[in-house]
């Protein structure tokens, strides 16, 4: 965890400078679902989508349009936020 959040905020924090500079910047972080979800021991693709309400795996596809929309002037007013893309995984 340790090397996730610091490479993150190192990240961060060198674009913040080139962000000022231009008046405007978009910071997108993205991690896996399974960081937040504690699973005991190994579990198998089929025991996890048993679990999943949408029944299937996320594409990249879904997750791309979402970075689109948040990188876009509509999403200008949204800022500090999780947004989860799962399924409905956490939400069970």
Known sequence: M???VTGAFLM???L???MRGRGYGRILNITSTMSRV???GREVSAQ?????????WGRAEEVGQLAVYL???DAGYITGTDILIDG?????
Do not use: K, Y
């Open 88 to 92: 409905g995984w956490c939400a069970r």
């Open 12 to 14: 961060c924090r060198s």
């Open 2 to 4: 340790d090397t996730s």
């Open 16 to 18: 913040v400078p080139h």
């Open 38 to 40: 504690s699973l005991p």
């Open 71 to 73: 990188c876009s002037e």
């Open 48 to 56: 996890i989508l048993a679990n999943i309400p949408l029944g299937r």
